[in-house]
């Protein structure tokens, strides 16, 4: 089957760093997304990645391993905005294939 | 990238009722897609509708509860159909975002309550 795994929740502190780990298993991989949603939101594109490194949008960075089938969220100087659910998505075929979500937990 | 309106943004309805969910893009894109999401949960995609064909959908779906239509390429229907409790949920319409590394553009959600 197709899988991708992510932690459940994280808890970090106000203008910390954080990072949020995916592992996939899928038929086929034409890249890792990233997603946040805050509560009652809908979910907003944060980052792709097709090949494997480092891509940087500001302070969100997100790495992908294609040998590993891994990749990961990087969020620098933590704010209490960034208080959301991220998901890792692979684009599989013609669909994506979500993670369940990690719950961001930023304390002051 | 594309903006979709969808509404309603949220509903109470009754038991056995249908209700549409209607999503409109300001651009023209080839397929949207069709999710259920509960709260606190991971994304489920329901189908895929393609302007012209029929949708497709995934497995655990299909058309008799969950018709959809899609007369053109910047619009298209969601209708949750003789609805029960367990179909209360959030719906999302989304999109893909050309040019934007594979992204997704999502309507802003209806949020279904059915008592």
């Known amino acids: 089957g197709q899988s991708l795994e992510q932690p459940s929740e994280v808890t970090a502190v106000e203008g910390a760093i954080v990072q949020i780990n995916c592992t996939y298993q899928t038929s086929g991989f034409y890249g890792l997304s990233w997603y946040q949603q805050h509560d009652g939101g809908a979910p907003t594109f944060l980052s792709y990645n097709g090949l494997d490194g480092l891509e940087e949008t500001g302070r969100f960075s997100s790495f992908l391993s294609r040998s590993d089938s891994y990749g990961y969220l990087l969020l620098q100087e933590l704010q209490m905005k960034d208080s959301a659910s991220y998901f890792c998505?692979?684009?599989?075929?013609?669909?994506?294939?979500w993670g369940a979500g990690t719950k961001l937990i930023i304390k002051p | 990238s594309a903006v979709i309106s969808q509404k309603p943004s949220r509903d109470i309805c009754q038991r056995g009722t249908s209700l549409t969910i209607q999503c409109q893009v300001d651009?023209?894109?080839?397929?949207m897609f069709w999710y259920r999401q509960q709260p606190g949960q991971s994304l489920t995609l329901i189908a895929t509708a393609n302007q012209g064909s029929e949708a497709t959908y995934e497995s655990g779906f299909v058309i008799d509860k969950f018709p959809i239509s899609r007369p053109n390429l910047t619009f298209s229907t969601l209708t949750v159909s003789n609805m029960s409790p367990e179909d209360s949920s959030i719906y999302l319409c989304s999109v893909e975002r050309n040019g934007f590394g594979n992204g997704y553009t999502f309507g802003s959600g209806t949020r279904l309550t059915v008592v």
């Open positions: 651009s023209q894109v080839t397929m």
């Open positions: 998505a692979v684009k599989s075929n013609y669909q994506l294939i």
